[in-house]
C-alpha cells in the first residue's frame, strides 16, 4: 500500500465500517487504519476523527501481527469476520495460527472457537480436527441469518419482550406460524 495517503485510507474506512457489506478484505482496512494512526498519533484520536470505537480498530489491527500466511488468508477473503479474527488472535503460536487458518477457510462452520478448541494443545491433524468439528455439530441443525430492516427490528425486540420470548424464539414463532399456514393451505 506504497500509494496510501490520508484520503484513500479514510474513504477505505468509512466506506467499509459504515454499511452492511464491506468492498475490501480486513487486510485492506486494517493497513487503512494503520496509516492513519501512525498520521493521527494514536489509536484513540483516529476513533475519535472516523467515529468507531478504539477497540473495534484494536480488532482490526490484529491482523497485522498474523504470519503473512494468514494475512493472505484474510487478503483473499477465505477469512472474512472479524469474530474469526479476534478468535483467532488468541492462538500466540504462529503456526498453530497459520494450521487453523487453513482449517477455517474450508469449513462450512465459521465458528472457529470449535477448531482451535479441537487444536489448540492437541496433536490432531488439520482432517482430524476438521473431522471432529464437523462430527461434533448436531445433524439437522440449520442456521439461518435474517437482516431485518430497523422498524422490523425494533418490532420483533418490542413483540418479544411483550411475551417474554427471546427475538430468536418469537421469529421461529412466527415462521413456524407461517408454514403451519401454508401447509393446512397450500394455495
Same mark, same amino acid.
Given at each position: 500500500?506504497?500509494?496510501? =495517503?490520508? #484520503? ?12 452492511? @457489506? ?8 486494517? &493497513?487503512?487504519?494503520?496509516? *492513519?494512526?501512525?498520521?493521527?498519533? =494514536?489509536?484513540?484520536?483516529?476513533? &475519535?476523527?472516523? !467515529? ?6 484494536? =480488532? ?10 494468514? &494475512? ?8 472474512? %469476520? ?5 478468535? +483467532? ?6 503456526? &498453530? ?20 478448541? $479441537? ?16 462430527? %461434533?455439530?448436531?445433524? !439437522?441443525? =440449520? ?5 431485518? #430492516?430497523?422498524?422490523?427490528? @425494533?418490532? $420483533?425486540?418490542? #413483540?418479544?419482550?411483550?411475551?417474554? *420470548? ?5 421469529? @421461529? ?9 401454508? +401447509? *393446512?393451505?397450500?394455495?
Amino acid at each position: 500500500m506504497s500509494e496510501m =495517503n490520508e #484520503e484513500l485510507a479514510l474513504s477505505i474506512v468509512f466506506a467499509n465500517t459504515k454499511r452492511k @457489506k464491506r468492498r475490501v478484505d480486513l487486510l485492506t482496512l486494517a &493497513q487503512s487504519c494503520e496509516y *492513519l494512526i501512525d498520521l493521527y498519533g =494514536n489509536r484513540k484520536k483516529l476513533a &475519535q476523527e472516523i !467515529g468507531l470505537s478504539s477497540e473495534m480498530i484494536r =480488532n482490526f489491527l490484529l491482523i497485522l501481527n498474523f504470519p503473512p500466511e494468514v &494475512q493472505s488468508e484474510v487478503k483473499n477473503r477465505n477469512l472474512d %469476520s472479524l469474530d474469526v479474527i479476534k478468535q +483467532l488472535a488468541t492462538i500466540k503460536d504462529p503456526n &498453530q495460527q497459520i494450521r487453523i487458518a487453513k482449517m477455517a477457510k474450508n469449513l462450512t462452520t465459521k465458528d472457529i472457537r470449535d477448531i482451535i478448541r $479441537v487444536t489448540k494443545n492437541s496433536s490432531f491433524s488439520e482432517n482430524e480436527a476438521k473431522e471432529i468439528v464437523m462430527n %461434533s455439530k448436531p445433524k !439437522g441443525l =440449520n442456521v439461518f441469518i435474517i437482516d431485518l #430492516e430497523d422498524e422490523y427490528n @425494533k418490532v $420483533v425486540i418490542s #413483540e418479544s419482550k411483550n411475551l417474554s *420470548l427471546k427475538p430468536g424464539e418469537y421469529i @421461529k414463532r412466527l415462521v413456524k406460524e407461517k408454514l403451519n399456514e401454508k +401447509l *393446512l393451505n397450500p394455495w
